[in-house]
């Protein structure tokens, strides 16, 4: 198989963002139906993971209010994991009582960040995403972590790769199953992504990686490309595009779930994902948002008519 | 307007940039847009160490080039028997032979002709292109005199695994240090093919600036890829372009202020706060 000679995994599994990440980096409210049947026609894909809505406090989030009803509104279909953010004990309570079966945690590898972002310290916060972690382990509720801001942070500019492989190996060492390292502003270019990678792969095992990559320098694809090309399998994304960012006015932020298939099914690598019907979904979310999707893929192939 | 490009070209050689395309010496019935090529050639204010390539399609437009002070040219040939017959009217080894007479022309006034090679990766017709074709097409401008070949992905289509096949076919026939690669960010996939590109060992690359250029076989798709977007990842990675990205920027919001359009490159997107 042409992916095996060049070394590259046989397999990726891609983790859909846009209904979480990107409706809750969108100036558009969206209505609690819509985002049921996003989650729904995205569920059709063959995408084996999609992050439905977080149970933070509406204060805070208000695009993720209904957060109970989304998650109790959409289909739940076999094989397809529908992980949601808890920040907290209370948060992780509310998400089981509506139904959830997997929780994220959101660290980060920068103490401004972490302190303009929830106002604490990041040791603050992981004792927080401890108290959730012990609980979803008795409940046998598996935990994924996130860290933030692994390749550059909006307050203090460049991030150590010590760093963000000690945030990793705390999130890793609680009992997260998976550590998803986030180019939070899109600044990494491959370059900083494969010395990144090279620390935090010293204290956590790459099977248990994932890399969310940000387009706002249009640096995603050749990040991730890095990040496979040294063995990472998992890849976050947002159907569309979705997602700007909050930190660079008119900027892009998540990388389009169809760019990054168009690239894998190219490189040979299964995803398990029908980009033709995730194209279709994107189209549907942008059409209620009325707006332009951020995927080329689907700009060149809805134009063309061609797929 | 002439005085547009010509400011254009005036900031783009201020930036560091070594090699500006300035030109096309077609007819302006095929390409109107071009149609002032003499007056822009003369016009520009040509910085020492930096060239100004222009295209010739055939001898006619080498002469004319030649007139108005052109150092350098460059011929379009393809790897698809239907673009070449779509795009000039004949088969790939009639535009070779059309191509002979520039070379000849070039060599007696010590002109250096850089090569392109387009579809690549792909046909906006044929579809599937073989790397075999693109390394023979390679191989016989090489042959002819091209001091450089550059590889387009025309429809942007290719993706790091057909850039990979591509490339290794090509680098039997072609040195490396005489590849370029001409990526299209129709797709998405240009960094990540230029990426590709790179670490096999090609260290020529063509971009435009603000990504200008759309893509005339998808509607409202993109093209070129930005070179801003490109010249970030090469200083990311710690490679040296002697370009000077804010400069860059600069005149890309100037193109675009000209052409009252949006970039399309994302650094200029996040950078420049409007």
């Not at chain 1, 494969?194 to 095992?205: C, F, N, S």
């Amino acid at each position: 198989q042409e992916c095996q000679a060049s070394g590259l995994p046989e397999y990726i599994k891609i983790v859909e963002v846009g209904p979480r990440d990107g409706l809750q980096n969108e100036k558009v409210m969206v209505p609690t139906d819509t985002k049921i049947e996003l989650i729904n026609r995205l569920s059709k894909t063959g995408l084996p993971a999609i992050e439905v809505t977080s149970f933070v406090s509406s204060k805070w989030v208000p695009q993720m209010a209904d957060h109970k009803e989304v998650m109790r509104g959409i289909e739940r279909h076999p094989g397809v994991r529908y992980p949601v953010l808890t920040p907290n004990l209370q948060g992780f309570h509310s998400a089981i009582a509506a139904g959830a079966t997997e929780v994220s945690v959101f660290g980060a590898a920068s103490e401004s960040f972490s302190k303009m972002n929830i106002n604490c310290s990041i040791e603050e916060s992981i004792e927080k995403f401890e108290e959730v972690v012990k609980s979803a382990k008795n409940m046998n509720i598996p935990v994924r972590g996130y860290v933030s801001c692994a390749l550059g942070c909006p307050y203090e500019g460049n991030v150590t790769p010590a760093k963000v492989a000690e945030v990793s190996k705390r999130l890793y060492s609680m009992g997260c199953y998976e550590i998803s390292l986030g180019d939070t502003i899109g600044v990494g270019t491959p370059g900083s992504m494969k010395r990144m990678l090279e620390a935090v792969m010293k204290e956590i095992p790459l099977s248990a990686l994932a890399v969310h990559c940000h387009d706002t320098y249009g640096q995603a694809l050749a990040n991730i490309l890095t990040a496979i090309q040294m063995g990472v399998v998992v890849v976050d994304s947002s159907v569309a595009g979705l997602g700007g960012c909050p930190y660079a006015k008119g900027a892009t932020g998540n990388v389009a779930t169809e760019d990054v298939i168009y690239m894998l099914n190219g490189l040979g690598i299964n995803t398990g994902v029908n980009l033709y019907t995730v194209m279709e979904a994107g189209n549907f979310i942008c059409t209620a948002l009325n707006k332009k999707t951020n995927s080329k893929v689907a700009q060149a192939s809805f134009n063309t008519g061609t797929i | 307007p002439t005085a547009v490009k010509i400011s254009l070209i005036d900031m783009l050689s201020e930036t560091g940039l070594q090699v500006i395309e300035a030109t096309s010496f077609v007819s302006p019935r095929w390409v109107p847009q071009m149609a002032d090529h003499a007056e822009v050639m003369q016009g520009i204010n040509k910085l020492p160490g930096v060239s100004y390539p222009v295209l010739t399609p055939n001898l006619k437009g080498f002469q004319a080039a030649v007139a108005a002070g052109a150092k350098e040219v460059s011929v379009f040939g393809a790897a698809s028997e239907l673009f070449t017959k779509k795009n000039i009217n004949c088969s790939i080894e009639e535009s070779l032979e059309r191509f002979s007479g520039v070379m000849s022309a070039a060599r007696a006034a010590s002109i250096p002709v850089r090569g392109y090679v387009s579809c690549v990766l792909g046909c906006p017709y044929e579809g599937k292109i073989s790397a075999a074709k693109v390394a023979e097409v390679s191989k016989k401008m090489y042959s002819m005199g091209c001091y450089e070949i550059s590889l387009g992905d025309t429809i942007g289509i290719g993706t790091p695994g057909s850039m990979k096949e591509m490339l290794t076919a090509v680098m039997k026939e072609v040195p490396v240090g005489a590849l370029a690669v001409h990526c299209h960010d129709t797709y998405g996939q240009a960094l990540a093919n230029i990426l590709v590109a790179l670490q096999m060992g090609v260290s020529v690359v063509d971009a435009s600036v603000a990504g200008l250029g759309g893509c005339p076989y998808a509607q409202g798709a993109s093209g070129n890829v930005a070179t801003e977007d490109l010249v970030y990842m090469l200083h990311g990675l710690g490679i040296h372009t002697g370009v000077d990205l804010q400069k860059l920027m600069d005149t890309g919001t100037f193109i675009c202020n000209a052409l009252n359009r949006r970039t399309n490159s994302k650094v200029a997107q996040a950078l420049c706060r409007l």
